[in-house]
């Protein structure tokens, strides 16, 4: 298998390189008619903090060992001891899966990207499990509430793009349309409407 992939080095219009793929820089078409196109983008918002989730987790590594070398007892907590070793499995998860794209010299796609993204959106619910009972339900900090908010608020921008509302606009403009074929399928619905309301 890594023979065969090796020698698809053709230049592609939708490849990308593997140190683009956290970035979320390129898409994929999948398919393409006229003025239709299934085009493969990530969620933003999801895409870029899990990728990046093992930034900080890095950090707080790091701050552990420091603590630890000065004298600072590690911590007995099952919560903290559980999201260190998880931690650490997603890490090496999305490593492994990860770091053999830059040894590859074919054309490659974000799609290949998918399995690390995999370990990295786990750690993302794994920290956020661990911040909201560590942090936010110990402290009693409403930063749980500005995160979902925001959510909701990308969420609602995007509706759009997740939900192909420009297609349903050109549905709705065919059922309009007296010749459409759609037309009396949509007047049944709007006669039967109407009889409910009397």
Known sequence: MWEINSGLTQPHVYESRPESWPLLNRGISYWRSDDHQIYLLGNPVVWWIASFIFLPFGLYIVAQIICWQYG????????IFNYNL???????????????????????????YIPAL??????????LEFVYTKIL?????KLLNYYLNGIMIVRFTQMPLAFHLPIMFHLLLKIQDPQSTLMPLFKLKNHNKNNRSQ
Not at 120 to 125: D, E, K, Q, Y
Not at 137 to 141: G, L
Request: aromatic fraction near 18%.
């Open 86 to 112: 998880t931690g650490l499995e997603y890490i090496l998860g999305w490593f492994l899966h990860y770091y053999p794209s830059f040894l590859m010299a074919r054309q490659l796609f974000l799609h290949h």
């Open 118 to 127: 995999y370990f990295a959106i786990l750690a993302l619910g794994q920290t």
């Open 72 to 79: 600072t007892p590690l911590s007995l907590d099952a919560e």
């Open 137 to 141: 339900k110990e402290n009693n900090v």
